[in-house]
């Protein structure tokens, strides 16, 4: 079954406690990105990854890093979490966003730092 | 740059009335344009896309959009709401030129259908 997994799905945590949320997908996708989803603000682009060793920030990338040494993982790290972190996350995948093809979501991880 | 907002941060139907979920975008390039849709506790899930192709776009569970490149509309419809629709509804743009195949998404309308 083709999918995109993150673990954990839930986590808390304090600040400054490093952590790291892992993405993993079976599709042979290119292109992986994560987004932090917020209430009345949407979904927003933390950073993205054209292929293996290509990533790039995307709108709100303060506090986080990727890492991306697989084609089939991407990694979210958060060095030092802050409270202002706290969030549903989700990880998406696709060959290419727009050309006949869809971006595949994770089932999120809800992150509440404390 | 590209943006999209949506009309409504939530909208309520009664069961079987016509659901329209309004989306509005801005893209400098020709778009492609999405709509998902999340349940509860669930991740985000594709209903439909338009990329060049027809104007309106079917998609699953009874949803279509239609494309309006002079209004930059995509506003998503269902003819018959069921107490199944209720969810939270994204509508998304891509950049179909850019180095950075994201997706910007709007902030989302919550139906409710009530019985």
């Known amino acids: 079954e083709a999918q995109v997994t993150q673990n954990p799905r839930y986590l808390i945590t304090v600040t400054g406690k490093k952590l790291t949320v892992t993405c993993s997908q079976n599709?042979?996708?290119?292109?992986m990105s994560w987004y932090r989803q917020d209430p009345g603000l949407g979904l927003r682009q933390i950073y993205y990854?054209?292929?293996?060793?290509?990533?790039d920030k995307g709108d709100v990338p303060e506090g986080y890093k990727v890492s991306r040494k697989e084609k089939r993982n991407f990694p979210l790290i958060l060095e030092s979490p802050s409270p202002n972190q706290t969030s549903l996350y989700f990880c998406?995948?696709?060959?290419?966003?727009?050309?006949?093809?869809?971006?595949?979501f994770g089932q999120g991880t809800r992150l509440t730092v404390v | 740059a590209q943006s999209v907002t949506q009309l409504g941060s939530h909208v309520s139907v009664s069961e079987g009335a016509l659901v329209l979920l309004r989306c509005n975008y801005s893209?400098?390039?020709?778009?492609?344009l999405f709509w998902y849709v999340q349940y509860p506790n669930q991740g985000l899930q594709l209903l439909l896309k338009?990329?060049?192709?027809?104007?309106l776009v079917k998609g699953i569970n009874g949803f279509e959009a239609e494309f309006k490149k002079s209004e930059t509309s995509f506003h998503l419809t269902k003819p018959s709401a069921h107490m199944s629709d209720a969810a939270e509804y994204f509508c998304?743009?891509?950049?179909?030129?850019?180095?950075?195949?994201?997706?910007?998404f709007g902030k989302g309308t919550l139906l409710t259908v009530n019985p």
């Open positions: 998406a995948s696709s060959y290419r966003t727009g050309l006949n093809t869809e971006a595949f």
């Open positions: 599709m042979n996708h290119e292109y």
């Open positions: 990854s054209m292929n293996v060793e290509v990533t």
């Open positions: 893209s400098s390039v020709p778009p492609y």
């Open positions: 338009y990329t060049s192709a027809a104007t």
């Open positions: 998304a743009v891509s950049d179909s030129g850019g180095s950075n195949y994201k997706l910007t």
